[in-house]
């Protein structure tokens, strides 16, 4: 994996540090490990450890010394044990610096320098660990399992070290998080492999290839991905299937994509210990209590890079009535997936004091946070933005708010348990993950767009605009998706406010929800797929 507990971008990093336990666990396999790279900008404190394990890699017509640093890591669910990291150091490599500690920003400013500097690493790396695997002593009866795209060209490298001795045997399998991958060419892939496999690129490959369409042919077992939904949508959705990957939808229709819905990312909080057990009016005290919480902290905690004023009636935010409500959308700030942007032209649309919002991106770059100053200033009194990772308060926001807001373009599995859990009703756009945790009208409301207006033309144009994202106010396709947001936003606070044991009770069906995923489920499923190609090892 790309990403670990010393290097997150998205769901990637959750994952790999929640499943890996229980693979071992659950499936009573003898050694189960992480290999990632190391980041020299992003991790140069974190608590890693020397093995002493040292090795050259062949790669772009040079040697390049490698080395292996480790981290144990000792877990308690759904047993006491513990597994080795292993964190994959060469100087030059994986350079990647930015603000937010993500793994995947080596240039903020040239989208093409950085997916170029993303490629190259990435081929370093599947070309690094079967050597690093056979370093380790492992040398037969080895599964590699492949997380994402860039590290997908380890079923192209693994075969190329079976024949070259370095492993006796192995096998590939790919679980897919995001629908995109990355064009290489036949140059840059002769970078990784040896003087036979570069006549056959020559041959085959000439004029290049993504590394899914590289990859995927060459898999061991059945591809993965992390949730039901989002595996159908990969050869339904028009923005899978015209946008995304149209190069792979022969791949995808031959080979099943299967999902695998990821476990819960967070525990119960505290504050609900009897879960789907609570009584309405039990849940009801609870969420009256946080909310008056989550008030006074949005009346005292003002730290310098929020903006946007809370107020009721021009008086302290204090003072709001227990029937206005209270949204929340937190996560990272990504303009080609996340929403924030529809959520903002929905929130236009509502008079003062009639909602209040509080959003928590977090930006890579200062001007993405353009339209969040727009909107809060158009919207005085019911927008407040929190763009860093806020000291004080984050959990009272995610119990004391009315509804948690998802408005993603894709979603491929999504932290729609994480508000269930903190007993907040979720209102999402009908996608991905978000279709296997929310069931609309239940513990929450799925809303979706009118599909004429889905087209790759409009598509098309929306991630055109990934930069400035007040230009997607004219696409068609961004206006319904947001009217559609503010007609669910309605239902909710029409239950909310006329039918407050409804609301109640959708609290309590969330926590009903949450508590059928696990990650022994996950890893049991992921076991099945290692069952499939055991007798290739």
């Known amino acids: 994996s790309f990403e670990s507990r010393f290097a997150r971008s998205g769901g990637l990093a959750a994952v790999t540090m929640n499943i890996l336990p229980f693979l071992k666990e659950t499936n009573r396999i003898p050694r189960v490990s992480l290999i990632s790279p190391y980041y020299p900008k992003i991790m140069d404190k974190a608590p890693l450890n020397d093995t002493g394990k040292k090795f050259r890699v062949f790669f772009d017509n040079r040697f390049v010394d490698t080395e292996l640093l480790q981290y144990e890591y000792q877990y308690d669910k759904p047993a006491k044990g513990k597994l080795a990291e292993y964190y994959l150091k060469a100087d030059g490599f994986f350079t990647a610096s930015n603000g937010l500690k993500d793994p995947y920003y080596y240039d903020a400013q040239n989208a093409d320098l950085n997916d170029e500097a993303i490629r190259y690493n990435a081929m370093f790396f599947c070309k690094a660990v079967p050597a690093a695997v056979a370093t380790l002593g492992i040398k037969e009866n080895a599964l590699f399992h492949a997380q994402e795209w860039q590290t997908c060209l380890l079923a192209l490298t693994a075969k190329e070290a079976i024949i070259n001795d370095v492993l006796r045997s192995c096998a590939v399998v790919q679980t897919i998080h995001n629908p995109f991958d990355s064009f290489i060419s036949a140059q840059s892939l002769q970078k990784m492999v040896d003087e036979p496999r570069k006549l056959r690129i020559d041959h085959m490959l000439a004029q290049g290839a993504t590394a899914y369409q590289i990859g995927l042919p060459l898999m061991d077992g059945p591809t993965t991905t992390v949730s039901e939904h989002f595996a159908e949508e990969f050869t339904t959705d028009p923005l899978q299937t015209q946008h995304f990957a149209p190069h792979l939808q022969g791949i995808f229709m031959k080979n099943k994509v299967y999902g695998i819905n990821n476990g819960p990312f967070t525990g119960y909080a505290a504050e609900f210990p009897k879960k789907s057990k609570h009584t309405l009016k039990q849940i009801e005290k609870i969420k009256l209590e946080k909310r008056r919480e989550l008030l006074k902290v949005l009346d005292t ?237």
């Not at 279709?435 to 979706?448: A, D, I, R, S």
């Not at 409804?502 to 990650?519: N, T």
């Open 301 to 537: 905690y003002q730290p310098e890079a929020r903006f946007g004023i809370l107020d009721y009636q021009g008086t302290s935010i204090e003072n709001l009535p227990v029937e206005i409500p209270i949204i929340v959308m937190s996560g990272r700030l990504d303009p080609v997936q996340k929403g924030y942007d529809i959520l903002l032209r929905a929130l236009e649309m509502f008079k003062k004091d009639e909602i209040k919002a509080i959003l928590t991106p977090m930006p890579v770059r200062s001007t993405d946070l353009d339209y969040f100053h727009e909107v809060a200033s158009k919207c005085r009194g019911n927008v407040t933005v929190f763009p860093i990772r806020m000291e004080y308060g984050y959990q009272a926001l995610q119990i004391g708010a009315t509804f948690g807001i998802m408005p993603s373009v894709y979603e491929p599995f999504g932290a729609a348990i994480e508000y269930m859990v903190n007993g907040t009703a979720v209102i999402a756009r009908a996608t991905g993950g978000l279709v296997n945790q929310v069931e609309h009208g239940k513990n929450g409301y799925l809303f979706l767009e009118n599909p004429r207006y889905q087209d790759l033309d409009h598509i098309r144009d929306y991630f055109a605009a990934s930069d400035v994202v007040q230009i997607r106010k004219r696409n068609e396709w961004v206006q319904d998706m947001a009217e559609a947001l503010y007609s669910a936003l309605q239902s909710g606070i029409e239950l909310y406010q006329k039918n407050p044991p409804g609301y109640y009770e959708m609290l309590r069906q969330g926590f009903a929800k949450a508590e059928k995923f696990s990650w022994e489920t996950s890893a049991a499923l992921y076991g099945l797929v290692y069952g499939k190609i055991s007798h290739i090892i």
